[in-house]
């Protein structure tokens, strides 16, 4: 069974802190994704991976950063947390192979106060 | 500017009635679309895709429709279950990297 799995279900932060989100897939993929979902505004790409070391910046990815070290390793970093951060933010990852279905983690609600 | 686009916020439907969820996109590079489910709490799940090549793919109660002159694909539940009520997402891209996702479609089914 593939699984993606993000580090926290629930975080809070106050402003001005740094910020780590974890997320681990089990599927071997080459491609792997950080999204926010915000009310009516849907799915977000912040940043995706193609490879290790590899990095791209989807439509939002100011104040953010990436780090892919690991294939099955992909963190999404909130250099200086702000109000304007607090989200729901979704982790995916996709073969480069085959179909294109992204698999999606459960999320993690972050709220910075 | 919304390259994909769910015109309707929330639908409700009788159970046992088809469901039609709608998605309108603009790019006509795009070649490969996805429609996605997503439960409170929960990451979306994959649902069903198509690719441009096509116009129809059937997966059990669940059909998606592409019109590429309309640049417009639509999902159809039937029938329609109470297990079904979620927000649906479609998400259109090119290959295998950066799909652009909907706003999404709550849909209710009424018990």
């Known amino acids: 069974d593939v699984k993606v799995t993000q580090s926290s279900r629930y975080l809070v932060k106050r402003t001005g802190e740094k910020v780590f989100l974890e997320c681990v897939q089990d599927?071997?993929?080459?491609?792997m994704f950080w999204y926010r979902q915000d009310p009516g505004l849907g799915l977000r790409l912040i940043y995706f991976?193609?490879?290790?070391?590899?990095?791209e910046k989807g439509d939002i990815p100011e104040g953010y950063s990436v780090s892919r070290e690991k294939k099955e390793r992909f963190s999404l970093i909130l250099e200086s947390a702000s109000t304007n951060q607090t989200s729901m933010y979704l982790c995916?990852?996709?073969?480069?192979?085959?179909?294109?279905?992204?698999?999606f983690g459960p999320g993690t609600r972050l709220t910075v106060t | 500017d919304q390259q994909v686009k769910q015109n309707s916020p929330s639908l409700s439907v009788q159970e046992g009635r088809i469901s039609i969820l709608n998605c309108d996109y603009t790019?006509?590079?795009?070649?490969?679309f996805l429609w996605y489910k997503k439960y409170p709490a929960e990451g979306p799940t994959f649902l069903i895709s198509?690719?441009?090549?096509?116009d129809k793919n059937e997966d059990g109660r669940f059909t998606v429709f592409l019109n590429k002159s309309a640049k417009h694909l639509s999902l159809h539940i039937v029938p329609s279950q109470p297990g079904d009520s979620a927000v649906y997402f479609c998400?259109?891209?090119?290959?295998?990297?950066?799909?652009?996702f909907g706003t999404g479609t709550r849909l209710k089914v009424l018990a």
């Open positions: 995916a990852s996709s073969s480069r192979q085959g179909s294109y279905e992204q698999y």
């Open positions: 991976s193609y490879d290790v070391k590899m990095k």
């Open positions: 198509i690719s441009s090549i096509k």
């Open positions: 790019n006509s590079m795009f070649d490969y």
């Open positions: 599927m071997d993929h080459e491609n």
């Open positions: 998400a259109a891209g090119r290959g295998t990297y950066k799909y652009i």
